[in-house]
């Protein structure tokens, strides 16, 4: 018989809150698509994939929380900037936010090298 994959993570750990500060959930419509990473208060680094193809009016960025069904921070997304070359290869894009978030203990920027 086939064996459908599971949609959970086998061998996984729970994460806790502020684990991943920089980690957010890219939204449509209020449900999520895609993982993101905060890289400065305003501006979230993502899969171009994810959001190409989606007017910004309906994309929002929810921080702060670790569950996708708790309600942590949401903020609307203002522009959507995909690599110039935008292909399989370069497979990213920043989302501008439309205001800034506030950095605590559950909301910081990843580190950079």
Do not use: M, W
């Not at 209020?30 to 501006?43: E, M, V």
């Not at 997304?77 to 990213?92: A, E, F, L, Q, W």
């Amino acid at each position: 018989s086939i064996q459908v994959p599971s949609i959970r993570i086998v061998g996984g750990k729970q994460a806790v809150a502020g684990q991943f500060p920089y980690q957010v959930s890219v939204r449509v419509s209020g449900k999520h698509i895609c993982g993101g990473a905060l890289i400065s208060q305003n501006s979230v680094v993502t899969a171009a994939h994810c959001v190409i193809s989606i007017p910004e009016q309906f994309l929002t960025v929810q921080a702060g929380t670790v569950n996708l069904t708790d309600t942590g921070t949401i903020v609307g997304v203002s522009k959507i900037i995909p690599h110039p070359d935008y292909n399989y290869d370069n497979d990213i894009a920043v989302l501008a936010l439309s205001s800034k978030l506030d950095y605590s203990d559950v909301i910081l920027p990843i580190s950079l090298a």
